[in-house]
Nanobody, 129 residues
Framework: QVQLVESGGGTVQAGGSLTLSCVASGRTSSSYAMGWFRQAPGKVRTFVARIGWSGTRTYYTDSVKGRFTISRDNAEGMVYLQMNSLKPEDTAVYFC??????????????????????WGQGTQVTVSS
């Protein structure tokens, strides 16, 4: 079992910034990837960003490119999502997710929420206009 706990959500005005954190613990594999997804009210959970084990492979959904940055600290079991220039449409519950496979995959793989085995409980991000 792997446990994931997110933190850092909150309410911010449009144009502001937030940094989300996620700590992974338990029986993690030797090299795993981590992703961030979000779910707005009444909507499906969608891909936001992913980072491979080494941190050199990062992927983003188009709507957050240039505004969000995913990073990780493997020694601490942490993954971060730095969110800048926030927009009201970024309002959602944000989830971190664990994938035991950390390779270079296509968007058809890494954006698919079903490939991620473990999920955190989510943290609310609200962006006011």
């Amino acid at each position: 079992q792997v446990q994931l706990v997110e933190s850092g959500g909150g309410t911010v005005q449009a144009g502001g910034s937030l940094t989300l954190s996620c700590v992974a613990s338990g029986r993690t594999s030797s090299s795993y990837a981590m992703g961030w997804f979000r779910q707005a009210p009444g909507k499906v959970r969608t891909f936001v960003a992913r980072i491979g084990w080494s941190g050199t492979r990062t992927y983003y959904t188009d709507s957050v490119k240039g505004r969000f940055t995913i990073s990780r600290d493997n020694a601490e079991g942490m993954v971060y999502l730095q969110m800048n220039s926030l927009k009201p449409e970024d309002t959602a519950v944000y989830f971190c997710a664990y994938d035991r496979n950390s390779g270079d995959y296509s968007a058809g793989y890494y954006a698919n929420r079903y490939v991620y085995e473990y999920w955190g409980q989510g943290t609310q991000v609200t962006v006011s206009s």
